[in-house]
């Protein structure tokens, strides 16, 4: 297992790659963020990368390749399991607002855990399932990484968007063939080159379906 300082170097490297600015606090909390993880995850199993150097490329990299993308609030993230791409996210945008869904009780109890170890005071979790959620304001932006079809993802963001609400769902490269099952014309894809990470990572920018503009 690599030292601490080589993990900051690791993850320094990538951000420098991407071309990403962090203060030296965001990027003390990102690295606290994975070393939490680590530790909740002998005990819970939140998720299948185990090893904090795979963390940093498929975790936090890979979240914040959302930064371009993100300039307004609230923002969703749905199914967020241990709080990814929302947390990373939110360390780097603390002027912005997150909440953060899933209906797993003990990925919840990670993500509130890290907002209070990390004193974040822009994310709201939440454990329920998406198809229940009923929010009090709807959302221009929600974002999700990895977790339905790009039209079940969709069936889900158009009742929770604002009419001129984005959905930016972050998958593999072979998601391509889920593009058939939705409207193409509402649909941007953005390619997204993350450090560390092997496989080819595209984020599908699709526009509320009810949009009228």
């Not at 945008?93 to 869904?101: C, D, K, R």
């Not at 968007?161 to 998958?171: I, N």
Request: charged fraction near 15%.
């Amino acid at each position: 297992m690599l030292t601490n300082l080589e993990l900051k170097q690791r993850f320094c490297t990538g951000i420098d790659m991407m071309e990403i600015k962090l203060n030296d606090n965001q990027i003390e909390n990102s690295l606290q963020l994975i070393q939490l993880l680590v530790q909740w995850n002998k005990a819970y199993n939140l998720t299948s990368i185990r090893d904090p150097i795979e963390m940093i490329g498929y975790h936090l990299l890979d979240s914040l390749s959302l930064m371009p993308f993100i300039h307004t609030s609230p923002i969703l993230d749905i199914g967020t399991g241990a709080g990814f791409p929302g947390l990373p996210l939110a360390i780097a945008y603390p002027e912005l607002t997150f909440t953060l869904i899933d209906s797993n009780g003990k990925k919840i109890r990670f993500v509130r855990q890290a907002i209070t170890e990390l004193k974040l005071k822009n994310v709201i979790p939440i454990q329920t399932r998406i198809e229940t959620y009923i929010p009090t304001t709807k959302f221009p932006i929600i974002i999700a990484r990895a977790l339905a079809s790009l039209s079940q993802l969709s069936i889900w963001a158009n009742k929770l968007l604002t009419p001129e609400g984005r959905l930016f769902a972050c998958k593999n490269n072979n998601a391509n063939q889920e593009l058939v099952t939705i409207n193409s014309a509402l649909v941007k894809l953005h390619q997204l080159h993350v450090p560390y990470v092997k496989s080819t990572r595209v984020l599908y920018d699709i526009k509320n379906q009810y949009h009228t503009t």
